[in-house]
């Protein structure tokens, strides 16, 4: 008779980075999985066409009943400090769409991330984050989309910092970049 695995304990910040479609998400989502008691999806993803409403269901039919998701596409800090607890762990989808959607609502990003890095200590429980790599292709050639490129790589920096754990995806593939035990 083979004993179960006991499961890894969580930090109480991970980053999990990687391309589109690297399967960063199906992992970040295994890591939460692999943590007793409930499940939090907090989605900040918004449905503004067809085809994102399909990845949005995608997303949902491969979870199971232990994930709650809560659908918050601007006030991140806020909906973190709600949705974590110790008998629950959190998963954040992803926080490259959560700066789209400041920069299309106008929300003065930089001060957001400021709220999103202070309300780290204080969480109740872990949190897992999902973003994509922006910094590895061409500089845009508008200036929008170099102030994403640019929030992006600022958050993704100032998050590691303070991250315990970070995770690059490629292909499917995790590579751990970061990892600090707690002592």
Same mark, same amino acid.
């Given at each position: ?6 499961? +890894? ?14 399967? #960063? ?6 890591? +939460? ?30 979870r199971g009943e232990r994930w709650t998701t809560v659908e918050e596409p601007l006030d991140l800090a806020a909906a973190l400090g709600e949705a974590c607890g110790p008998d629950r762990a959190v998963l954040v989808d992803c926080l490259t769409l959560w700066l789209s959607n400041l920069l299309g609502a106008g929300r003065p990003v930089a ?9 780290? =200590?204080?969480?109740?429980? =872990?949190? +897992? ?6 910094? !590895? ?8 989309? &170099? ?9 993704? !920096? ?5 991250? !315990? &754990? +970070? ?7 995790? &590579?751990?970049? #970061? ?5």
């Amino acid at each position: 008779m083979s004993v179960p695995p006991l499961p +890894v304990s969580l930090a109480p910040v991970t980053l999990v980075l990687g391309g589109a479609r690297s399967g #960063k998400s199906r992992h970040a989502e295994a890591l +939460v999985e692999s943590q007793p008691g409930a499940c939090v999806y907090l989605a900040t993803a918004q449905a503004g066409d067809a085809e994102m409403t399909a990845r949005i269901a995608a997303h949902r039919a491969r979870r199971g009943e232990r994930w709650t998701t809560v659908e918050e596409p601007l006030d991140l800090a806020a909906a973190l400090g709600e949705a974590c607890g110790p008998d629950r762990a959190v998963l954040v989808d992803c926080l490259t769409l959560w700066l789209s959607n400041l920069l299309g609502a106008g929300r003065p990003v930089a001060a957001e991330c400021e709220e999103l890095l202070a309300a780290l =200590p204080g969480l109740a429980g =872990p949190v +897992v984050f999902v973003s994509n790599e922006v910094g !590895q292709g061409v500089v845009p050639d508008h200036a929008l989309a &170099r102030a994403f490129v640019d929030h992006a790589g600022r958050l993704h !920096q100032d998050l590691v910092a303070v991250a !315990q &754990r +970070v995770i690059f995806i490629t292909a499917g593939l995790p &590579r751990e970049l #970061k990892s600090v035990s707690e002592t």
